[in-house]
T-cell receptor, first 112, second 114 residues
Framework: SQTIHQWPATLVQPVGSPLSLECTVEGTSNPNLYWYRQAAGRGLQLLFYSVGIGQISSEVPQNLSASRPQDRQFILSSKKLLLSDSGFYLC???????????FGPGTRLLVL | QKEVEQNSGPLSVPEGAIASLNCTYSDRGSQSFFWYRQYSGKSPELIMFIYSNGDKEDGRFTAQLNKASQYVSLLIRDSQPSDSATYLCAVNMYSGGGADGLTFGKGTHLIIQP
């Protein structure tokens, strides 16, 4: 069966510090991978998606970036965090050719 | 601009009754529709998906889709206290392999009262 991992589970960072969140999927190959953010009082917002190694599509202009160095690894980064980057960051995967997405446990980020 | 609208609630339903959750979407080209359940502090978990007009049943859950009215709903029969959660409606414009992400509504907070 497929499993998706995210770490860390929670993170408190000062404004201006860098960020690296990691997501890995087990039990499948060539998945589509997604990063979403859920901010307080707002819905889930798609940030990035990837259909393969090194292939990243960005949905929202921001100070975040994503990378996919390996088939089942997806990384979300920032060079300098803003207060507005606080939120619940969710990684999701789907089988190539299927729309249904499955979410990881999420990382709760608080920027102070 | 793809938008998905849901009543934020809270929607309070007595235990054992039918809970009805509604969702409208703006993009007439949308072709696949999903319902997720999210408990407080947890990530969303998939309940059902539906692609075709009509009803789709899975246990106590029934998804209903009306593309002409751009409306999708979720019925929960025999509601249990464990069904208390936020229910997220999500829409994908493409079916058959699109890699685009989902557009989510803000969710409806459902409370099942014992």
């Amino acid at each position: 069966s497929q499993t998706i991992h995210q770490w860390p589970a929670t993170l408190v960072q000062p404004v201006g510090s860098p960020l690296s969140l990691e997501c890995t999927v087990e039990g499948t190959s060539n998945p589509n991978l997604y990063w979403y953010r859920q901010a307080a009082g707002r819905g889930l917002q798609l940030l990035f998606y990837s259909v393969g190694i090194g292939q990243i599509s960005s949905e929202v202009p921001q100070n975040l970036s994503a990378s996919r160095p390996q088939d089942r690894q997806f990384i979300l980064s920032s060079k300098k965090l803003l207060l507005s980057d606080s939120g619940f960051y969710l990684c999701a995967w789907s089988v190539r050719g299927v729309e249904t997405q499955y979410f990881g446990p999420g990382t709760r980020l608080l920027v102070l | 601009q793809k938008e998905v609208e849901q009543n934020s609630g809270p929607l309070s339903v007595p235990e054992g009754a039918i809970a009805s959750l509604n969702c409208t979407y703006s993009d007439r080209g949308s072709q696949s529709f999903f319902w997720y359940r999210q408990y407080s502090g947890k990530s969303p978990e998939l309940i059902m998906f539906i692609y075709s007009n009509g009803d789709k049943e899975d246990g106590r859950f029934t998804a209903q889709l009306n593309k002409a009215s751009q409306y999708v709903s979720l019925l929960i029969r025999d509601s249990q206290p464990s069904d208390s959660a936020t229910y997220l409606c999500a829409v994908n414009m493409y079916s058959g392999g699109g890699a685009d992400g989902l557009t989510f509504g803000k969710g409806t907070h459902l409370i099942i009262q014992p």
